[in-house]
C-alpha cells in the first residue's frame, strides 16, 4: 500500500466506493441548512433526513436525464 499524506496525496479510494461518498455530502449539507433554518429543535432531526431524500432522489433523477440525454441525443 503506497503512503500519502493529507492535502498532498489523497488517499486511495476505489472506484466502486465513489457513488457512495454523495450520501454524507448530502447529509452534511442537508444537516448545516436545516439547523440554520428550523423553527423547533425537535424538528430537525426529521427534516435533516427529509431533505437528505429529496437532494439523493433528485442527483438520481438528474443522472437518469443526463445519461438518456447522452444515450439517445441524435448525434
Not at 492535502?7 to 454523495?22: G, K, R
Not at 430537525?44 to 433528485?58: K, N, S, T, W
Amino acid at each position: 500500500m503506497t503512503d500519502w499524506t493529507l492535502f498532498y496525496n489523497p488517499a486511495p479510494v476505489p472506484t466502486s466506493w465513489i457513488m457512495w461518498l454523495v450520501v454524507p455530502l448530502c447529509l452534511s449539507v442537508a444537516v448545516v441548512y436545516k439547523t440554520l433554518r428550523a423553527k423547533h429543535v425537535r424538528q430537525v432531526l426529521r427534516e435533516v433526513l427529509v431533505l437528505m431524500a429529496y437532494v439523493i432522489f433528485g442527483l438520481v433523477v438528474l443522472g437518469a436525464v443526463l445519461w438518456g440525454i447522452q444515450r439517445y441525443w441524435p448525434s
